[in-house]
C-alpha cells in the first residue's frame, strides 16, 4: 500500500479568509460550474448564485466583526468556534451558541452553513486512529480548514442508477467514484458523487462514501476511498441544480428563497488528481464503509440539523400566529391548538439539544454530543419535520393560493389594498405575510427544503433500522425476561 507523503503543503495558494470580501474573492478560483448548459465564469455574479454568495460574505463579516465566535488555536489562528474540537461540555456549549448566531440571520433557513461543517471536520480531525496510516492526513485537512477559515462542503451519496448491485458489479464501472489510476505522487480519481449541498460556495469537498445496503468487498476496492479535493481542481465539474429563486418583480415576493436557494450539485470527477497528502482511506473497504459508525462525523451532522432545527421551528411558530392574528383566528380552538403543538415541537428540539450537550460522551481526545439522543432525532426527523410544515399549512389556510403576482400590484392599482387586508393587519402587510407563507411551505424552495430536511441524512427506513440495532433492540426480549420475573415474584409475595 502506498504510503502519505508529508514534505509539502498541496492547500496552497488558500489564504485565510478574513471577512466577506476575501469570501467572495476567494470563490474567483477557475472552479467548473455547469448551470443551464453553460460554464459559470463566476458565481459571485451570476444571478442563479450570487444572492447566497453575498449571504454567505455577510456571515463572513459577522464572524470577523464579533469576538465571542472567534478562538486562538494551538497554532496562533483565529479560527471560527464550531472548528474547536470541544474537551467539554462548555465547549459544546460555546460551540452550540456560536451556531445559533449564524442561524439567526437566516432563521435557519440556510441548511449548510460554515458553521455546520465546523463539528463534522473537528470530528474528522480528532478521529486520526481511525484513519491509519493516513491519520497525519487528517490532522493536516482539519488544521487547514480550520486556521484559514475555509468552507468546506461535503459529498459521500453515489448516483442513483442501480441500487440492486455493488459499484464493481455494474455495467460501467466508472459511474460510482473509484480510483483509476495510482501514482507516486497521488492517485487519479473518476465518477459522481451526488446531492453535495452548496458546493458551487465550497473551498474543499470532503470525498466520504455510503453506498446504501451493499458493503464494499475486496472486488469493489477500487470504490473504497475517502479525501479531499479543492473545488478548483482540474477535471472536477460541479453540475447545479435548477435554482430556486423565483423571477419576482420585488424580492420581498419570496425574500427566503431569493437570499437562501444553496444549489445542491451533482458532482462529476472526471479524472481527478487527488495528492497523497488529501487521502484518508485507500482501497481499504472496510474503512471506507465504516466511517459513519467509527467517528462522530455523522452524528455532529444531525447534531448540527437539531440545533438549526430550534431557530427554525420558533420563526414558523412566530409566522403561524402571525397569520392567526391577521385573519382574526387566534381565538378559535382549533387554532390554538394546532399553535400549541408547534410550541411543543420547538421546546422539544431545545430539550433535545440540552440533552445531547450536557450528557457528552468521550470522543478520541475530546467529547462529542450524546450520540443516542442525537440519532433518535435523526430517526424522527421526517415525521417531525412534515407535521410542523402541515401545521403551518393548516393555520395559514388557503389564503396563500389567491395571492397577487407582487407587492407591485398593490403600487399600480391602490385601491385593492383594502380587498385584501386581514383582522388586524392593513392589505400591504398581510400580502408581504402570505408571501413568506408561501415560500416557507409552499414553493419549491419550500419542496426543496422539506425534503432535504427529511432525507439528506438516510433512507428512513435504513435509518429507523440502524438506530434499532444501534440500542441493542434485539435484546429486549432480555428485559422483558427480567420484567416478567419481577411482576411474578411480586404476584407470589403479596
Do not use: C
Not at 467572495?24 to 448548459?37: F, K, N, Q, W
Not at 460554464?39 to 453575498?54: K, L
Not at 469576538?67 to 470541544?86: D, H, R, W
Not at 450524546?370 to 426527523?381: D, G, H, K, Y
Amino acid at each position: 500500500m502506498s504510503r502519505p507523503k508529508t514534505d509539502r503543503d498541496v492547500y496552497q495558494p488558500r489564504e485565510t479568509i478574513k471577512n466577506g470580501s476575501d469570501y467572495l474573492e476567494s470563490l474567483r478560483d477557475g472552479r467548473t460550474v455547469i448551470y443551464h448548459g453553460e460554464t459559470v465564469d463566476d458565481v459571485t455574479r451570476h444571478p442563479a448564485f450570487a444572492p447566497y454568495a453575498r449571504v454567505i460574505a455577510r456571515i463572513y463579516d459577522v464572524i470577523a466583526s464579533e469576538e465571542s465566535l472567534l478562538y486562538t488555536t494551538e497554532t496562533g489562528a483565529q479560527a471560527f468556534v464550531p472548528y474547536l474540537l470541544p474537551q467539554n461540555v462548555e465547549d459544546l456549549k460555546r460551540i452550540r451558541e456560536a451556531m445559533e448566531r449564524i442561524h439567526a440571520l437566516s432563521a435557519g433557513m440556510i441548511v449548510q452553513g460554515p458553521e455546520y461543517k465546523g463539528p463534522v471536520i473537528s470530528g474528522l480531525g480528532a478521529a486520526g486512529p481511525y484513519f491509519v496510516p493516513y491519520q497525519d492526513n487528517v490532522a493536516r485537512f482539519y488544521t487547514v480548514v480550520r486556521d484559514r477559515r475555509l468552507y468546506p462542503g461535503n459529498a459521500f451519496t453515489d448516483p442513483q442508477i442501480d441500487r440492486s448491485k455493488r459499484p464493481s458489479e455494474l455495467a460501467n464501472p466508472d459511474l460510482v467514484l473509484r480510483v483509476v489510476q495510482e501514482r507516486d505522487d497521488g492517485v487519479i480519481i473518476r465518477g459522481a458523487k451526488m446531492v453535495s449541498t452548496a458546493a458551487p460556495f465550497n473551498h474543499e469537498m470532503l470525498i466520504l462514501r455510503y453506498g446504501g445496503a451493499h458493503r464494499l468487498t475486496p472486488e469493489d476496492a477500487d470504490y473504497a476511498f475517502i479525501g479531499a479535493v479543492p473545488l478548483n481542481a482540474p477535471g472536477l465539474k460541479v453540475f447545479s441544480r435548477q435554482s430556486f429563486r423565483p423571477p419576482v418583480a420585488d424580492p420581498l415576493d419570496a425574500p427566503f428563497s431569493t437570499l437562501f436557494d444553496d444549489n445542491d450539485s451533482f458532482l462529476f470527477f472526471d479524472d481527478v488528481f487527488v495528492p497523497w497528502e488529501r487521502v484518508f482511506v485507500y482501497r481499504d473497504p472496510e474503512k471506507a464503509d465504516n466511517w459513519l459508525s467509527q467517528t462522530n462525523m455523522a452524528v455532529q451532522l444531525v447534531y448540527g440539523d437539531l440545533i438549526r432545527w430550534q431557530t427554525k421551528f420558533t420563526f414558523y411558530t412566530a409566522l403561524a400566529v402571525k397569520v392567526a392574528k391577521a385573519n382574526g383566528t387566534i381565538g378559535f380552538r382549533g387554532q390554538q391548538e394546532r399553535l400549541g403543538e408547534l410550541v411543543a415541537w420547538t421546546q422539544m428540539m431545545k430539550a433535545l439539544v440540552y440533552a445531547a450537550e450536557t450528557k457528552a460522551v468521550p470522543y478520541y481526545q475530546g467529547v462529542m454530543p450524546n450520540p443516542e439522543i442525537v440519532l433518535t432525532f435523526r430517526a424522527l426527523r421526517p415525521m417531525i419535520y412534515k407535521r410542523v410544515v402541515e401545521l403551518v399549512q393548516e393555520i395559514a389556510g388557503s389564503g396563500a393560493a389567491t395571492l397577487l403576482s407582487s407587492l407591485k400590484d398593490l403600487e399600480s392599482v391602490p385601491e385593492i389594498v383594502e380587498f385584501v387586508r386581514g383582522a388586524a393587519v392593513d392589505g400591504l402587510e398581510r400580502t408581504k405575510l402570505y408571501k413568506v407563507v408561501w415560500d416557507v411551505v409552499h414553493s419549491d424552495f419550500a419542496s426543496r427544503s422539506e425534503l432535504t430536511e427529511r432525507l439528506h441524512t438516510g433512507n428512513t427506513g435504513d435509518v429507523l433500522i440502524q438506530l434499532f440495532f444501534g440500542a441493542q433492540g434485539m435484546g429486549l426480549d432480555a428485559h422483558y425476561d427480567q420484567v416478567m420475573e419481577q411482576v411474578e415474584k411480586l404476584i407470589r409475595e403479596v
